[in-house]
């Protein structure tokens, strides 16, 4: 029938799956005639593979699609979340463990941000994690300049327009007045860009630390700075209701942790 579904996938979807690019990245390489479908080099990414066809990417075969994995990253202040940059910054992806596979960031955190990145090589994952509609708080500690009351604060519970976006309401408290600076404990469900640094000086508040301490269920703990730790697959499984394939692996490859 002509307008049958092609079976199987995008070939640029099986390609990130495998750990080789982004479905971006993966579009780029066929396009420049770098992917071979069953001997026949292909020049469009408008193609649904199975497991039976045989992929070839720059003479290399491409293996089965690795189960989906997540770690927890603890980023540093002064690396920025993004796989290239024309003004030659240090990157999260430059600072890994060797021995980890290709992976993409559950959103970000910028350059002057620190705490807990979550990192997956699964693009699904990625997706599911960063819509509002998981309703996960993200959670962080807040340093800011000034002495903050409820009564300054109580707009951002509310929600605020801030340059015109629309920032949903967060939830504040405030925990300790240090000197001439506040920390203040706040947690989102969005993760728009800066939002929190953007909507604090909406009220006259400058940030001048900020900690991501949590995302959904997972937390940043005791994880030092520059470190990498994998959930369990179970633990995965269960959090995020995936099912589990038959090439699931019973334990993760141990990550050694890249020192700073």
Same mark, same amino acid.
């Given at each position: 029938?002509?307008?049958?579904?092609?079976?199987?996938?995008?070939?640029?979807?099986?390609?990130?799956?495998? %750990?080789?690019?982004?479905?971006? =990245?993966?579009?780029?390489?066929?396009?420049?005639?770098?992917?071979?479908?069953? %001997?026949?080099?292909?020049?469009?990414?408008?193609?649904?593979?199975?497991?039976?066809?045989?992929?070839?990417? #720059?003479?290399?075969?491409?293996?089965?699609?690795?189960?989906?994995?997540?770690?927890?990253?603890?980023?540093?202040? %002064?690396?920025?979340?993004?796989?290239?940059?024309?003004?030659?910054?240090?990157?999260?992806?430059?600072?890994?463990?060797?021995?980890?596979?290709?992976?993409?960031?559950? %959103?970000?955190?910028?350059?002057?941000?620190?705490?807990?990145?979550?990192?997956?090589?699964?693009?699904?994952?990625?997706?599911?994690?960063?819509?509002?509609?998981?309703?996960?708080?993200?959670?962080?500690?807040?340093?800011?300049?000034?002495?903050?009351?409820?009564?300054?604060?109580?707009?951002?519970?509310?929600?605020?327009?801030?340059?015109?976006?629309?920032?949903?309401?967060?939830?504040?408290?405030?925990?300790?007045?240090?000197?001439?600076?506040?920390?203040?404990?706040?947690?989102?469900?969005?993760?728009?860009?800066? =939002?929190?640094?953007?909507?604090?000086? #909406?009220?006259?508040?400058?940030?001048?630390?900020?900690?991501?301490?949590?995302?959904?269920?997972?937390?940043?703990?005791?994880?030092?700075?520059? =470190?990498?730790?994998?959930?369990?697959?179970?633990?995965?499984?269960?959090?995020?209701?995936?099912?589990?394939?038959?090439?699931?692996?019973?334990?993760?490859?141990?990550?050694?942790?890249?020192?700073?």
């Amino acid at each position: 029938m002509e307008n049958e579904t092609p079976k199987g996938d995008r070939i640029a979807k099986v390609m990130a799956r495998a %750990g080789l690019a982004s479905r971006r =990245e993966a579009e780029r390489m066929i396009n420049a005639g770098r992917v071979s479908v069953n %001997g026949k080099i292909i020049d469009s990414p408008a193609l649904n593979v199975t497991p039976a066809d045989k992929i070839v990417v #720059d003479g290399k075969d491409v293996g089965e699609p690795e189960p989906p994995r997540l770690w927890l990253y603890h980023k540093p202040i %002064g690396l920025i979340t993004t796989e290239r940059d024309d003004k030659g910054r240090d990157k999260v992806f430059d600072n890994l463990p060797d021995n980890m596979p290709r992976v993409v960031s559950v %959103g970000r955190l910028d350059i002057n941000s620190e705490g807990l990145l979550l990192l997956t090589n699964d693009g699904g994952i990625k997706r599911k994690l960063e819509l509002p509609s998981t309703g996960w708080l993200r959670r962080y500690r807040v340093r800011v300049n000034g002495r903050p009351k409820d009564i300054i604060l109580d707009p951002l519970r509310k929600g605020v327009v801030v340059e015109g976006e629309r920032f949903q309401p967060m939830e504040i408290s405030i925990d300790k007045q240090q000197g001439a600076n506040a920390w203040l404990t706040i947690a989102i469900r969005e993760g728009k860009n800066r =939002e929190i640094r953007r909507a604090l000086g #909406d009220v006259g508040l400058k940030v001048n630390r900020l900690i991501r301490v949590s995302y959904g269920p997972f937390q940043l703990g005791d994880l030092k700075r520059g =470190e990498v730790e994998e959930i369990k697959p179970r633990v995965l499984r269960d959090q995020l209701g995936l099912k589990k394939g038959p090439d699931q692996r019973p334990k993760p490859k141990p990550v050694r942790r890249r020192r700073r």
